[in-house]
T-cell receptor
Framework: EAAVTQSPRNKVTVTGGNVTLSCRQT?????MYWYRQDTGHGLRLIHY???????QIGDVPDGYKATRTTQEDFFLLLELASPSQTSLYFC??????????????FGEGSKLTVL | KTQVEQSPQSLVVRQGENCVLQ??????????LRWFKQDTGKGLVSLTV?????DKTSNGRYSATLDKDAKHSTLHITATLLDDTATYIC?????????????FGAGTQLIVIP
C-alpha cells in the first residue's frame, strides 16, 4: 500500500503568518497533488507536480506556492495566510497522471486554522 | 458550477441494512468515475473505479454501477457495519491522461447506528 505522510497534522496561525505544509511519499510516484477540502465542497486542486523541480497550477492557486524538491517531497507554502485559507489540506500521489484510471493515494490531511 | 452532485447529503441506517448512494455529474468528457471512502479525520481511500458504459463493479459488500448516457453512478453497500460510517466521495476524471482533471463531489455522509 502506497504511503503518503503529511505534516503537521494540525496547525494554527494568525493572519499574515507564514505556513509550510509538508508531504512525503515513499513509493517513487511521479505525480503529487495538493488539495483543499471545505465543508459543502468537493476537493479542490491547488497545485500539482509531475516530478522533482516541476510545478503545475491547479484550479485554486491564489495565495499558495508549492515546491517539489525531490521525487518524494512536495511542499505547500502560504506566505501571508488569511482566514479564507482555513481548511483541511490533503496531499496525494499517483504513479501516473491522477486523471487516468491509475490509483490515487491520499495522506491523512493537515488541518490549518488561520485566526 | 458544481459538476458532480451527490445525494443524499447524509444518511442514517441501522447496522445490517443496505443503502444506496447516488452520483450525478455533468463532466464532459467522462473518462472514468471512482468512489472513495473517507473516515472522519482521515484521507480518502479508493473503493472502486468504473470506466466503461454500463460498467458494474463489486468489492466485497460494495458494488457500483455507471450509466454514462445518464451520467449517473450508484454505490450500493450491503449489510452495513458500524465501520461503514464515513463520507463517500464520487470523483469523475475527464481524460485518460495527465492533462485531465479530477472533479470531486462534496460527498454523502453515512452514519451506521447499532
Amino acid at each position: 500500500e502506497a504511503a503518503v505522510t503529511q505534516s503537521p497534522r494540525n496547525k494554527v496561525t494568525v493572519t499574515g503568518g507564514n505556513v509550510t505544509l509538508s508531504c512525503r511519499q515513499t513509493n517513487s510516484h511521479n505525480y503529487m497533488y495538493w488539495y483543499r477540502q471545505d465543508t459543502g465542497h468537493g476537493l479542490r486542486l491547488i497545485h500539482y507536480s509531475y516530478g522533482a523541480g516541476n510545478l503545475q497550477i491547479g484550479d485554486v492557486p491564489d495565495g499558495y506556492k508549492a515546491t517539489r524538491t525531490t521525487q518524494e517531497d512536495f511542499f505547500l507554502l502560504l506566505e501571508l495566510a488569511s482566514p479564507s485559507q482555513t481548511s483541511l489540506y490533503f496531499c496525494a500521489s499517483s504513479p501516473w497522471g491522477g486523471a487516468d484510471t491509475g490509483q490515487l493515494y491520499f495522506g491523512e490531511g493537515s488541518k490549518l486554522t488561520v485566526l | 458550477k458544481t459538476q458532480v452532485e451527490q445525494s443524499p447529503q447524509s444518511l442514517v441506517v441501522r447496522q445490517g441494512e443496505n443503502c444506496v448512494l447516488q452520483c450525478n455529474y455533468s463532466v464532459t468528457p467522462d473518462n472514468h468515475l471512482r468512489w472513495f471512502k473517507q473516515d472522519t479525520g482521515k484521507g480518502l481511500v479508493s473503493l472502486t473505479v468504473l470506466v466503461h458504459e454500463n460498467d458494474k463493479t463489486s468489492n466485497g459488500r460494495y458494488s457500483a454501477t455507471l450509466d454514462k448516457d445518464a451520467k449517473h453512478s450508484t454505490l450500493h453497500i450491503t449489510a452495513t457495519l458500524l465501520d461503514d460510517t464515513a463520507t463517500y466521495i464520487c470523483v469523475v476524471g475527464d481524460r485518460g491522461s495527465a492533462l485531465g482533471r479530477l472533479h470531486f463531489g462534496a460527498g454523502t455522509q453515512l452514519i451506521v447506528i447499532p
